[in-house]
């Protein structure tokens, strides 16, 4: 069945819109070995894109390797599923996927174990570990192929903010970075979201991987590109959504593509007859706070009692001068010093952001539930 909208995953085809300048510059780097840096909040769209990006520019001169590290909790972790999507990627065949692992990691006796679907993907596992290989030879691999090969690679590596969280985080960096950098047959695109975390690893001076490549930052998507977008769809499903109120779905979430392809869902789904009304559309709103009040809940009830506090005076309306004494007072934030740790910890939640204007809420629906259901 084609669904009229799609959220929460990577889209491709047919519900992908805009982007138009993220693309050509995103391509142009992978065609000339640029390496890139693609940094946005949560749900923005960084998967998509680079996706889509990478079924653009693959060739045969080119090939395109994804890693998804969201699950690697230390170096090896992340070694392993290097390697093995370095390995699998590069081969079209299992036994071109065999040939390279004998190849390029003869030490080791990979596992590969097939999918019971049929023409599903078979899964590898390798096994590396510190005794079988130096983090060095797994960090070449690609560049390795490549050469060999006699084609170019970039390896997009999403979710990379992951390695922060590694206990010996700058040791693994520093390794990347050395034996990287030495590369030339192969690129790379980094990308992740904890936007501070990136703009730590990436921008200070001091930071193994300063400089390392062009940085992007995702943008959110205008109006002006949803709009026709939403209309259409709404049309295949027999529903007339009038211009006005396709605005009003992408200002009430904001433009956060994520929420504007699920309100737009749920407005569809409130839609009984033809023609889409303001009604349905309120209606399909409470219903997102509703489907979203698990996870808000989750997130909110981890927070110490002064970071709530800090919260709360941003839904008040208070976006700066938090160490006076009266707003300290006023909404019970501790000390002025205590101020500046309460900030760098809901800038690492991803709970808030610091724009010229001051701090807000990173979230336009968060925001929203709790000033509705919260304070
Ligand atoms: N170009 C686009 N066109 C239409 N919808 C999009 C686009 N990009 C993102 N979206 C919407 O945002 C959602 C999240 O997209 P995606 O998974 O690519 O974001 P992400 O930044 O990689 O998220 P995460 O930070 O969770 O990894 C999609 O499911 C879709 O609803
Ligand atoms: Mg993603």
Not at 10 to 39: C, P, W
Not at 170 to 178: E, G, H, N, Y
Request: contains cysteine; hydrophobic residues 40%.
């Amino acid at each position: 069945m084609k669904k009229p909208f799609v959220f929460g995953v990577a889209v491709d085809d047919a519900h992908f819109i805009g982007r138009k300048k993220e693309i050509e510059q995103l391509k142009s780097q992978m065609q000339y070995g640029i390496n890139t840096i693609l940094i946005s909040p949560r749900r923005w769209g960084k998967t998509s894109l680079v996706k889509r990006v990478a079924k653009e520019v693959a060739n045969d001169q080119l090939k395109v390797v994804y890693v998804d590290i969201l699950y690697c909790r230390n170096e090896y972790d992340f070694y392993n599923t290097f390697a093995s999507a370095v390995l699998g990627q590069t081969a079209s065949r299992l036994d071109e996927w065999k040939q390279n692992a004998q190849e390029f990691l003869s030490r080791l006796v990979p596992k590969i174990s097939f999918s019971p679907e049929p023409n599903h993907d078979f899964s590898i596992s390798l096994g590396i570990t510190p005794k079988t290989y130096k983090p060095e030879e797994i960090l070449n691999l690609p560049e390795q192929i490549a050469r060999k090969r006699g084609y170019n690679i970039v390896v997009c590596i999403d979710e990379f903010q992951q390695i922060g969280d590694f206990a010996d985080a700058l040791t693994v960096l520093k390794r990347m970075r050395s034996v990287w950098q030495h590369q030339h047959a192969t690129s790379y695109c980094l990308f992740g979201s904890k936007k501070h975390m990136m703009s730590t690893l990436f921008q200070q001076r001091n930071h193994p991987f300063y400089k390392f490549g062009t940085t992007m930052y995702l943008g959110l998507i205008p109006a002006e590109e949803w709009i026709p977008y939403l209309c259409q769809q709404f049309e295949k499903e027999g529903k007339n959504l009038s211009v006005p109120l396709a605005e009003q779905i992408c200002k009430m979430v904001e433009c956060h593509p994520s929420y504007v392809q699920q309100l737009a869902f749920n407005t569809l789904i409130c839609t009984k007859t033809s023609e889409v009304s303001e009604v349905n559309l309120t209606e399909a709103y409470e219903n997102l706070l509703d489907e979203n009040t698990p996870l808000f809940i989750e997130k909110t009830e981890r927070l110490t009692a002064y970071q709530m506090n800090f919260l709360r005076a941003i839904i008040a309306g208070i976006h700066q001068d938090f160490g006076l004494a009266a707003i300290r007072e006023e909404y019970n934030l501790g000390s002025a010093s205590n101020i500046v740790r309460i900030k760098e910890a809901l800038i690492e939640k991803e709970f808030i952001d610091i724009t010229p204007d001051g701090i807000y809420i990173a979230d336009p629906i968060l925001e929203k539930w709790l000033q509705k259901r919260v304070f």
